[in-house]
């Protein structure tokens, strides 16, 4: 006679865990994109470790946010930009979604540069690594199922372990970088302000934030899971951090020290790493980059089609057939095909796409936060969720926190 064994409580809770992870970490770790790996670059490079407790107060604020995010999803089941036009009007609806469609276009776009950039490193053309690129993220999510996508995302997350081994081989000196994280310092004039800016921004985009909200709902999250999903948010929002800090720590310890001040894209610094660090840590860091280019390729689409499909009263899934979620499925195409055909055309500027795209998102950010601000305190749709006094003292910190920051790159850029 055979007994039957029955799982520990620790086992169970690990599956639970494992069962319902996935919105919290995939939506961190999107924002740590070839824009996003790119900024941190600077930071590093402009000012060595001084300015990490910028990225530890956006970590926190991402923290905040994406949590909000998951949770008004889970207990809404509506996306964010839905549940914004529900609320606040089918203009503040409209105009979150265009502004949304816009950013997250040069943000994709942005991500095919990195691809294409990061290729060119290993003597790829971008001829070849963008239309790649873009077949395997389209047949990812047109022919695939939700879980099949889900466990793709998983496996690209993987490769940021990358930035943290080219962190220690870059020898940093660890005591520098711990007195950064938390005493804050900070020159008060425009590059600084911008670098700022440019952190907050690219760690707490827009994109992820409708992005989390809607992937909880389609992830058929229920309110009992609304405790482990909070731990998936935490994990992947630290993890997040985390991979921003190792990046801004590699270039501090080799750009800033050899005072190479000056990237552009996060290839250049892969390049520049090579004499500095060793060969194989300029690899490391451009494979990152292809990550992380890949893993935002696949979301910024999936952020895009989520949306549009809620303003439209339509709200889709990833498990929903063609015929079922036309205008989802044709979103997600035309914002792939349209990034992917501006990156093939010749002498095209990147720069400008990216800083327009960074500006949007820093404009789209502000009513995005305020609108959740809203929703989160509204009795009628969140019910016993309903946010309290102080959670709405932190949520309204962070707005503020960021409405100054914006403020300020817009006072320096008009004023200087």
Request: glycine share 10%.
């Amino acid at each position: 006679m055979t007994t039957l064994k029955i799982p520990s409580g620790r086992k169970l809770r690990l599956a639970a865990f494992l069962a319902v992870m996935g919105p919290g970490i995939i939506a961190g770790l999107s924002d740590d994109d070839p824009a996003g790996i790119t900024t941190y670059s600077q930071l590093g490079a402009q000012y060595g470790y001084r300015l990490l407790w910028v990225l530890v107060i956006s970590t926190l604020a991402l923290i905040v946010f994406q949590d909000l995010g998951a949770r008004i999803g889970v207990v809404t089941r509506q996306g964010l930009i839905g549940l914004v036009r529900q609320k606040y009007g089918a203009r503040a609806g409209s105009f979150s979604a265009v502004a949304l469609i816009l950013a997250n276009l040069g943000t994709m776009t942005a991500e095919f540069a990195g691809v294409a950039a990061a290729g060119q490193l290993f003597g790829v053309s971008r001829f070849v690594t963008v239309p790649i690129t873009g077949l395997l993220i389209s047949f990812l999510v047109l022919r695939g199922t939700f879980k099949k996508a889900e466990r793709v995302f998983f496996v690209l997350s993987a490769v940021f372990i990358s930035y943290v081994i080219a962190g220690f081989m870059s020898h940093p000196n660890w005591g520098s970088a711990f007195h950064g994280m938390i005493v804050p310092s900070m020159p008060f004039n425009k590059s600084a302000i911008n670098i700022a800016t440019a952190t907050l921004g690219t760690t707490l985009a827009p994109w992820g934030l409708a992005f989390i909200q809607s992937y909880a709902v389609d992830k058929r999250l229920t309110r009992a899971d609304l405790r482990l999903l909070r731990a998936d948010v935490w994990v992947g929002s630290l993890l997040t951090g985390v991979i921003g800090f190792f990046v801004i720590i590699t270039c501090a310890a080799t750009l800033n020290h050899e005072h190479i001040f000056t990237i552009t894209d996060a290839s250049q610094a892969a390049v520049a790493l090579k004499p500095l660090a060793g060969t194989l840590a300029k690899d490391l860091f451009a494979i990152g980059i292809i990550g992380a280019a890949l893993l935002a390729a696949s979301i910024l689409p999936l952020s895009t089609a989520y949306s549009v499909s809620d303003l439209t009263g339509s709200p889709a899934a990833l498990d929903d057939k063609f015929d079922e979620a036309p205008l989802f499925y044709m979103t997600f195409a035309a914002i792939t095909i349209v990034a992917g055909g501006l990156i093939m055309i010749p002498g095209i500027s990147l720069i400008w796409i990216l800083i327009s795209s960074q500006v949007l998102n820093a404009i789209l950010l502000l009513p995005l936060l305020a609108y959740m601000y809203g929703i989160s305190k509204d009795k009628k749709l969140m019910g016993e969720f309903v946010a309290g006094k102080k959670a709405l003292t932190l949520y309204g910190a962070i707005t503020v926190l960021v409405g100054v920051c914006v403020l300020s790159q817009f006072w320096f850029m008009f004023h200087l």
